[in-house]
């Protein structure tokens, strides 16, 4: 019997500097793939001189895969004027990539396989209502302009997929209620985090490395740290977390953001504008092993989003044992217990300041151990294996019927 193959799409180098949670599940179900499957990616280079539009084989996380690139992008983490979706999309049409199962991870680039052959999955990464519907710029979703237009081709494309996966409880509700002639499709999925890069430190190992940092910071050696990782996008609203770090009033406490985007001017202006220069650090992309480093020497990790998923970073701090602060938005206030991090129930300065306060004010109220346990049902392996178990399970029945 032949082996199935599974080729998913998304507008990304694997090997490149990408950030994003979607990326991240992507290289984790390549991490992971069971043994008898083919896995195939159609991505983007960030090499303009590499060879486009042929498949090429090569190793990722000790797996050998196969890759197609469709065109080139220099940095993926900040939008150009024509959104890289739209050219990723335009980039699909007229192809055919055919193949017993087929994983998207965006709506638009679906325009280009409603006629393919294979076993469809479309994960949906956010709750689309409230992203439609959040109050900051525009700009952060250009469908915002044209929700009925998004609708409408939702409406359309959705009904090729064999499979709708949410990793948002609610949102995976609304698509039942919304298509309930797909109700028996769509199913909530837990987002995951990889247990073999996130785990917790001993108290000794992170108290010397987090003495380290703020040595090489030039900053108090006893020094609180707050993190924030992702893109610098209006979605995840950095803007707000520098003016709660202003509302808190503590010196002894720094920011570290990790991460790269269209709004790094914007946070770079107003640092200095509240006088914090000398209480933010602002990282870049960090790699996964030097992010996990950061989760564990800090004392919680802050989600300040308008809208979410299930942000794998909030994941990826409890993990290290780190609570976490967020707004009420997506997944993770229905994930956190009282003793693993705090729901701010407004998204303002003042909440968010005191969120951090009172962790901060309370260190032995939020165990690593707790935080851990929050995390756990999330682990990688575990949720992507009940995956592909089920893909192949599906495939072999298929293979019966047809011999």
């Not at 003016?243 to 914007?266: D, T």
């Not at 005191?354 to 851990?372: D, G, Q, T, W």
């Not at 009940?386 to 019966?400: C, H, I």
Request: hydrophobic share 40%; aromatic share 10%; net charge negative.
């Amino acid at each position: 019997m032949s082996q199935p193959t599974l080729t998913m799409f998304y507008q990304f180098d694997p090997w490149g500097s990408s950030i994003g949670g979607i990326q991240t599940i992507i290289r984790l179900f390549i991490k992971y793939a069971h043994d008898e499957f083919n896995i195939r990616l159609v991505g983007i280079e960030d090499d303009p001189q590499a060879t486009m539009g042929v498949w090429k084989e090569a190793e990722f996380e000790g797996k050998l895969i196969q890759f197609f690139s469709l065109f080139a992008v220099l940095d993926d983490n900040v939008r150009g004027l024509v959104p890289t979706t739209i050219k990723y999309t335009a980039a699909l049409l007229g192809k055919d990539f055919s193949s017993d199962f087929v994983h998207f991870h965006r709506l638009e680039p679906t325009l280009a396989s409603l006629k393919w052959s294979g076993d469809k999955t479309l994960f949906i990464h956010n709750d689309i209502r409230k992203q439609m519907t959040a109050t900051e710029s525009k700009k952060a979703i250009l469908w915002r302009r044209f929700p009925g237009v998004y609708f409408a081709l939702e409406k359309a494309l959705v009904q090729q997929f064999d499979q709708i996966f949410s990793c948002n409880s609610e949102s995976a509700i609304w698509y039942q209620q919304q298509y309930p002639m797909l109700a028996d499709r769509v199913s909530f999925l837990k987002n995951i985090v990889d247990n073999e890069v996130f785990f917790p430190w001993s108290t000794e190992e992170c108290d010397r490395s987090r003495r380290e940092l703020a040595q090489k910071l030039g900053i108090h050696k006893d020094s609180r740290f707050i993190l924030f990782a992702g893109r610098l996008h209006p979605q995840k609203d950095p803007i707000l977390l520098v003016r709660s770090l202003a509302a808190l009033e503590n010196s002894k406490v720094h920011l570290l953001i990790a991460g790269e985007g269209e709004l790094r001017s914007e946070i770079q202006a107003e640092i200095t504008q509240l006088g914090l220069t000398e209480q933010v650090t602002m990282l870049g992309p960090v790699a996964q092993g030097e992010l996990s480093r950061l989760h564990r020497i800090t004392d919680a990790f802050v989600l300040t989003s308008s809208y979410e998923g299930l942000p794998l970073v909030a994941l990826e701090a409890l993990a290290c044992g780190t609570p976490v602060i967020t707004t009420r938005c997506g997944e993770t206030p229905n994930l956190l217990s009282v003793n693993s991090g705090i729901v701010v129930q407004e998204r303002t300065p003042t909440a968010i300041a005191e969120a951090i306060r009172k962790i901060l004010s309370n260190l032995s109220f939020y165990p690593p151990e707790a935080c851990v346990r929050s995390a756990q049902p999330y682990e990688a392996r575990a949720v992507i294996n009940s995956v592909y178990e089920d893909m192949l399970k599906r495939w072999e029945q298929k293979s019966l019927t047809t011999d």
